[in-house]
């Protein structure tokens, strides 16, 4: 019979979770005899027999359909290079950057210019140096000059909350247009800098306290 | 003459006053502050990141690359400040005695660098500098197996004891000095350093003294991570 020995809601890493061969390590876990140890600090999620550890903080990993906010770091001969906060630039190819005719031989600079925002899709990770882009599919384009701002890629689900509550009560309440990636980036545009500057305050405000229960109350109260 | 009482008044087997903190440096992706005694480290975590030069890149995991730098006006007599034969060793012996833990297989080609400052020394930072970056590291959320946690034990005249300061190193009868660092889970030592004499026996003995101290310290080290959440309520 296997015993979950750990009563924290939070686990360090190195931390034996459960004992016995009933449970089955899942993400931010490993198996080391019998035991159950935490690789990530984070908290403590029991499906069933599985034991995952959702961390608290940590870089962010790119997979295949994720969208992500990037900016145009380097224009080639095929494509873009683009950066999306990871340690080496993802690609954006010619023929999934637009659906307009791109002639021989004319300036990509047209397209996407260097420092331009975008908001893309990936479409493929072999390696962390392998990462390709898209920008077709449903509202990827490139975004006007706004306020650009990064946290932790681990807190995006609270940022977006159930079905985008979160996103929306802050795009409502502040009337700002807002995109956030997976990526941990999030792009903000108000029609006046005290709005940006609210809507950024309540992002970093998620970004700090987003594992605490009652999040949604609390911050409707900090948006009023 | 025998070395009945220690310099601060401590017991022989007893540690420093230490405390930690996590998330100090809002820039870095993950940072702490570990203090024993008047020794405080700071440790701050970036990356992963790209590698440059190329050759040093691994395309089955991470490297981890630590700095180790001790500040110019740390110690009673100013130090030159940059590199030195010291630090270097310093920043070699800190990332071998960290790596056994870490997994960096999900980021090949990629280095994580971990910056040690110490801006106030009394010994044992090697030590400091170790707890510090393995905080630093579980605060970056870059997966670990355990964390590494150090202590320097050694001899003072015909005493063994724990966590020596600077003026027990520079005992007139002769000081030795342990640093050791050990995974806390199954106590295997990832860092066994010796400068001076002991003997057989002593040494065994010190390493039981270790293993006290360095539970005392992963103690504090769990605290800390679990608080670095609490705290902002």
Not at chain 2, 23 to 28: D, Q
């Given at each position: 019979m296997g015993t979950i020995i750990t009563k924290d809601r939070i686990v360090i890493p190195g931390q034996v979770i459960a004992e016995g061969m009933d449970y089955l390590p899942a993400k931010g876990t490993f198996r080391e005899g019998e035991s159950i140890i935490a690789t990530v600090l984070g908290l403590l999620r029991i499906e069933g027999r599985l034991i995952n550890v959702v961390p608290l903080r940590g870089p962010y990993l790119p997979k295949a359909g994720d969208v992500v906010i990037g900016t145009i770091e380097e224009i080639g001969f095929g494509g873009w290079q683009v950066d999306i906060g990871i340690a080496y630039p993802a690609n954006l190819s010619m023929k999934e950057a637009t659906k307009e005719f791109i002639e021989r031989g004319a300036d990509l600079a047209r397209y996407y210019n260097f420092n331009d925002i975008i908001f893309a899709t990936i479409t493929n990770v072999i390696r962390l140096k392998a990462v390709d882009l898209s920008m077709n599919g449903q509202g990827l384009r490139k975004l006007p000059p706004g306020r650009l701002i990064d946290v932790d890629p681990t807190k995006i689900p609270r940022i977006i909350g159930k079905q985008g509550s979160m996103i929306s009560m802050i795009k409502e309440k502040t009337k700002c247009q807002i995109v956030v990636g997976q990526n941990g980036k999030a792009w903000i545009k108000g029609e006046t800098a005290e709005d940006e500057l609210k809507a950024d305050q309540a992002i970093r405000k998620i970004e700090a306290e987003g594992h605490n229960e009652g999040l949604t109350e609390h911050m409707e109260k900090f948006l009023e | 003459m025998a070395y009945t009482k220690r310099f601060d008044g401590r017991g022989f087997e007893e540690i420093r006053k230490m405390s930690a903190e996590v998330?100090?440096?809002?820039?870095?992706k993950g940072s702490a502050r570990f203090q024993i005694g008047d020794t405080i480290a700071i440790a701050a975590v970036h990356g992963p990141r790209e590698l440059h030069p190329r050759f040093l890149r691994k395309p089955d995991k991470g490297v981890l690359r630590c700095d180790y730098d001790m500040v110019s006006f740390s110690v009673s007599e100013r130090k030159r400040p940059g590199s030195s034969r010291r630090s270097m060793e310093i920043s070699h012996v800190t990332g071998k005695s960290i790596e056994p833990v870490l997994d960096l297989s999900k980021y090949p080609n990629t280095v994580i660098d971990v910056f040690i400052t110490i801006p106030q020394a009394n010994a044992g930072t090697r030590c400091a500098g170790i707890c510090a970056a393995s905080l630093a590291l579980a605060d970056a959320g870059i997966p670990m197996k355990d964390l590494v946690v150090a202590i320097s034990v050694g001899k003072a005249g015909d005493k063994v004891v724990m966590d020596l300061t600077k003026e027990e190193e520079d005992h007139a009868e002769g000081a030795t000095d342990i640093p050791v660092a050990m995974t806390p889970r199954n106590g295997e030592y990832t860092l066994l350093q010796l400068d001076g004499d002991i003997s057989k026996d002593e040494l065994k003995e010190a390493l039981v003294l270790a293993k006290k101290g360095c539970d005392e310290i992963y103690t504090l080290m769990q605290k800390t991570l679990r608080d670095s959440f609490k705290e902002k309520k």
């Open positions: - | 998330g100090i440096i809002s820039r870095a």
